[in-house]
């Protein structure tokens, strides 16, 4: 397959006051992706974003959007982007219909399809009928769809998203999602949460962006990896020793928690679960749980973002 | 692009109660003082003027009427002018045009068209009511075209000054009175120096350089002066925007 590179960002760096905000940041995006953009509060999201797309000058480094350059041809790139900023940018005053077709005209869509072009964006978030009515008495969550709406009216290559599901329910959530994955499908999406479920779901590749710095660069599977583990947690109700545990094949690793439950870390192939079982039967060590231990999200995220470079590394290639 | 741009601001002017109640104020005093300039002629010029002294209805009323409006606009622009950019910059919809595919110059270039399009629909209005006087006697064209041409270029000067305020601060309220500041000071510069008409900063007077369009001279010195008046601070705007996008 062909790959087609629709962003290439090259060591983007951006100073402000002296402090680097963002720091050698490079990347790729292929057509048909979608980038989830992780990151604490103030690790330079959203002025990556902002870079990406044309508000903010890197003090160093490259933008191309499909191989256009962005600081030598602003207008052809921004083109071919549709962004949504954090802070929606949206003239309440405008009903639905007027606020969609300034974006489409703005936009370069050509006068003959700007209707076409309204009624599509609407249908896709979901606004057919909210069409007459002034911004300003939607609500949030409509709102927010208004904004995605007008990132993705002039059918953009690549559709750059800050935070596209804050302040919505989770029925909106789950429908936004979809729609995100759907323009995914034939677009390259980039989008920034800090909801880590929303990365697993709708991304498939993750980058993690701490101080500025990207500290993790690769494939959704490979944070997956990480949360799932080789983990076990059992309960008992006459706790065994973890010496007892250890003899079982496959058990690499076992520690005693409160609550009489333990905790079983075992070899990447092996399945002792069943031996497990079977042991705890004979020896009457009273089971009354077995499940596997997942690592929260937030747990891989804080490890990832104090991760050594060597993982970041590895997992990327 | 600038068209298209020049619309959204057009529309979002008439989306307001604003854009209406300031023509609608504008109209009725502009419509106030052309009755009443018309009602002083007769008085006036049916009595104790030689004939020598006397001169046409249009250069009397027109003089009433253009003289308000160029004082009524030093309060008009600013009001209207205020929320071109320091109101996107509070609302944060700045980003909206500058990630469109459009220049920062085209930006300004829209919202000062959108701004001087919407003041010329009350130029256009003036100058055909004046043109009403036609009807039952025979007017000076030429003075009222000179006299729309001034007013529209004070206008745009005005409109220009005030987008540039606009770009600087985020409180829209703030941009008004510094730009009513800076046009009153222009404005009046002239009677500061009224005993050396010849001084530098009596030059610079915008009143000075309207006063020949409102005898009906159309000066390209006069043009010229406001002509680069304009592109000056249009070209600051877009320089402030600019700063805006390297310096964050």
Redesign the interface.
Known sequence: MMTNLTVEALELTRIYGGREAVSNVSFNLTQGQVLGFLGPNGAGKSTTMKMLTGNLAPSAGSVKICGIDMIENPKEAKALIGYLPEMRPLYKEFTVDEYLTIAARLHRVSSRNIKKAVDNAKERCGLTHMSKRLIENLSNGYQQRVGIAQAIIHNPMVVILDEPTVGLDPIQIRDIRTLIREIGTDHSVILSTHILPEVEMVCDHVQIIDKGKLVFNGGIDVLKRQRIGNKLLIGFKNAPQVSDLLQIAGVSEAEALENNMMRVRFAEDSMPHEAIVQAAVKNGWGLYQIAPDQTSLEDVFVQLTYQDAAVAEASAA | ?IL??A??EL??VF??PMGWIILALLMFAFGTYYLNGVNDYFEVMSGAIRPAERYGVTQFVGQTVYGLASFIMLFAVPLLSMRLISEERR?????????????LTEVVLGKFVGLVAFLSILIVYIALMLFTLNIWSDIDFGYILANSLGLFLLVASFSALGLYFSSLTSQPVVAAILSFIALFALMILDRFFAGDPSNTMAQLSLMRHFQSFAGGLIDTADLAYFVLFIITFLTLTIRRLDAD??R?
């Not at chain 2, 609302?91 to 220049?103: M, N, V, Y």
């Open positions: 692009m298209n741009v619309r959204k529309k979002s989306a307001s609302s944060q919809t700045l980003p909206f045009l500058f990630s469109a595919p459009i220049s996008r390297l964050g």
